[in-house]
Nanobody, 125 residues
Framework: QVQLVESGGGLVQAGGSLRLSCVAS????????MAWFRQAPGLEREFVAA????????DYTDSVKGRFTISRDNAKNTVYLQMNSLKPEDTAVYYC??????????????????WGQGTQVTVSP
């Protein structure tokens, strides 16, 4: 059974930092692109960042460019999201996602076959 488990969320003041982790189990994701999405209350889920299987290609939504960094460690089946200079508008549930044996990145939810349960990130003013 495929499982993605996120951790690292929490409450932080504006300007602070958090590092999210997503550990994949049940299969290897070394040849799959992975991504982070988020969903704030009352809003649709939105793309945050994605990384190719090798880590050589990344993509970010405009609102997080220069503040967030996505990375991965294939030996540990883990993808990370380093979030700096956090803003109240970053408050959301953050979800990890993985493509099924597809190495290049995508920024649409339907392109990802596997999803974690989410981790809450709350940024206070």
């Amino acid at each position: 059974q495929v499982q993605l488990v996120e951790s690292g969320g929490g409450l932080v003041q504006a300007g602070g930092s958090l590092r999210l982790s997503c550990v994949a189990s049940g299969r290897t994701f070394g040849n799959s692109a992975m991504a982070w999405f988020r969903q704030a209350p009352g809003l649709e889920r939105e793309f945050v960042a994605a990384i190719s299987w090798s880590g050589s290609s990344t993509d970010y939504t405009d609102s997080v460019k220069g503040r967030f960094t996505i990375s991965r460690d294939n030996a540990k089946n883990t993808v990370y999201l380093q979030m700096n200079s956090l803003k109240p508008e970053d408050t959301a549930v953050y979800y990890c996602a993985a493509r099924r044996d597809i190495s290049w990145i995508g920024n649409r939810g339907y392109e990802y076959a596997y999803w974690g349960q989410g981790t809450q990130v709350t940024v206070s003013p």
